[in-house]
């Protein structure tokens, strides 16, 4: 609703009535402040200049209200340092649990504060959590796994971050059209850790699971796979794209076995996880009848039936580096220039991967 080129702020959050509050779209007035929070203009230019005098129920009312309202409130006046969004897929899988406590960690070593937002499952929904990371007052964004790894998805709502002046830290994605730092496990060197151990095992006929082969992190595996393929033009190497689930990996070990594969090199724990009841439910036994890999290293993978050997992604160094490129920053430097740093992964080798079924290992 729109009235001389201003629009109604909407319902007064102290009282839950219509506030009636026209603002025109640059910063929220005092006197806007001041009517929705139910309290003076004089107490706002106390609350949002860091003054005392004013007690704290009325000071945490006055500072929401004029983060509703779109007014940025410095960090020091909250008195909780600087404010960071983190947006990851979800927290159902241990790997995004594991990034947002790693992550939420170095910001309270810091002294700043995780804002979590997830299930952005639409670019539409991502673009929502991210204006309301500005609206609250963030300093900087990281997003994990997000839109960014999508090969042609729109990037617009990144550049609007960019743009707001607010640092951006970009996790597991790499976008050549977008200025941003980029931090991300470096999964050609995973894949080539992978089928190098399995090779050595003897097996001459892998197979991979993964999710959309549109994701970033999905073509980087599926670029070494098909590599490495070549090598044994004699015997195609099959490929199943399903999503990063345990049905998924079910889903797909059962295509891959019938289509030979002897071991399985999955995107994910929770995919390897589906992988093994998969081949279990064909009658065949891991590791002796088939291997297989997983990527993460969640803190369950090594007890599984057997014990899952999987790429173990550098969470904590990574994250490390994520929280410095977002509090890196500062009024000289708002919007940094374009970087990307890879990080090596490991592959941590347990009971799931054996030699081949009657061959030898290398």
């Not at 997003?143 to 707001?164: M, T």
């Not at 689930?245 to 996880?273: F, P, Q």
Request: with cysteine.
């Amino acid at each position: 609703m729109c009235k001389n080129g201003q629009e109604l702020a909407g319902i007064d959050p102290v009282t839950g009535g219509d506030a009636r509050v026209w603002k025109d779209e640059g910063m929220a007035r005092l006197i806007d402040i001041a009517h929705a929070a139910g309290v003076s203009e004089a107490t706002v230019s106390r609350v949002l200049n860091g003054k005392t005098g004013v007690n704290d129920a009325t000071r945490d009312t006055v500072i929401r209200v004029a983060r509703e309202l779109g007014r940025d409130v410095a960090p020091e006046v909250t008195g909780s340092g600087p404010l960071v969004g983190v947006l990851v897929p979800d927290l159902d899988n241990q790997v995004f649990a594991a990034w947002t406590e790693r992550i939420e960690a170095e910001l309270f070593e810091r002294g700043a504060s995780a804002l979590v937002g997830m299930r952005a499952r639409t670019v539409e929904r991502e673009r929502e959590i991210l204006h309301r990371f500005l609206h609250a007052g963030a300093t900087a964004i990281i997003v994990v796994s997000g839109h960014h790894a999508q090969q042609r998805g729109p990037v617009d709502h990144y550049r609007e971050v960019v743009g707001a002046g607010v640092p951006l830290v970009l996790v597991n994605g790499v976008r050549d059209d977008l200025d941003a730092a980029f931090l991300s496990t470096d999964d050609e060197h995973a894949m080539r850790l992978t089928l190098t151990h399995l090779q050595d095992l003897g097996h001459r006929r892998i197979g991979l699971a993964v999710g959309d082969e549109h994701t970033w992190p999905v073509r980087e595996k599926l670029a070494v796979f098909e590599e490495v393929a070549r090598s044994f033009p004699e015997d195609a190497w099959p490929a199943a794209f399903t999503d990063f689930s345990y049905a998924g990996g079910y889903e797909a070990a059962r295509d891959l076995l019938s289509r030979g594969a002897t071991a399985i090199v999955c995107g994910s724990d929770v995919m390897a996880a589906g992988a093994l009841e998969g081949i279990r439910s064909q009658g065949l036994r891991v590791p002796e009848d088939v291997s297989v890999v997983g990527y993460d290293d969640v803190f369950w993978a090594g007890l599984t039936d057997p014990p899952l050997t999987t790429v173990r992604q550098a969470v904590a160094s990574i994250a490390r580096a994520a929280v410095r490129a977002a509090l890196g920053g500062g009024e000289d430097s708002r919007r940094p220039a374009r970087t990307e740093v890879v990080v090596r992964p490991q592959l941590i080798v347990r009971g799931s991967t054996a030699v081949a079924p009657g061959g030898t290992a290398g």
